[in-house]
């Protein structure tokens, strides 16, 4: 069953012509799999990078090592720096989930 919140969104991003792209670590492809299960979703969904490892958060996403050496792979810090890098290169819409 597709959620209601995401359908709602996914026809605004339709409407208005625009996409969105996700960058996921704790939430391991979740959002963007509630988005790929809507009608049109490849007019406005780019894609998802699922990053788990902390390995493949430095080779494929650049995040610093030294970042998260200082916290953690899953920290706010970790996090902020890899949507930074993914929204420079993806869509014009990017979300970003932080951990509690």
């Known amino acids: 069953m597709v959620n209601e ?3 709602a969104v996914g026809k605004t991003l339709i409407d208005r ?14 959002l963007a799999s509630e988005f790929a299960m809507i009608t049109n979703a490849g007019k406005f ?10 390995a493949l958060k430095i ?6 090592p030294d970042l998260i050496e200082q916290y953690t792979p899953e920290s706010m810090e970790v996090t902020r720096a890899i949507t ?13 989930v932080l951990p509690d």
């Open 59 to 64: 080779e494929l996403l650049h995040v610093n």
């Open 45 to 54: 969904l780019r894609g998802a990078i699922v990053c788990y490892d902390a």
């Open 84 to 96: 930074m890098v993914y929204k420079v290169r993806s869509a014009p819409i990017f979300i970003l």
């Open 5 to 7: 919140i995401c359908e």
């Open 17 to 30: 012509k625009l996409s969105i792209a996700f960058a996921e670590s704790a939430t391991a492809g979740r």
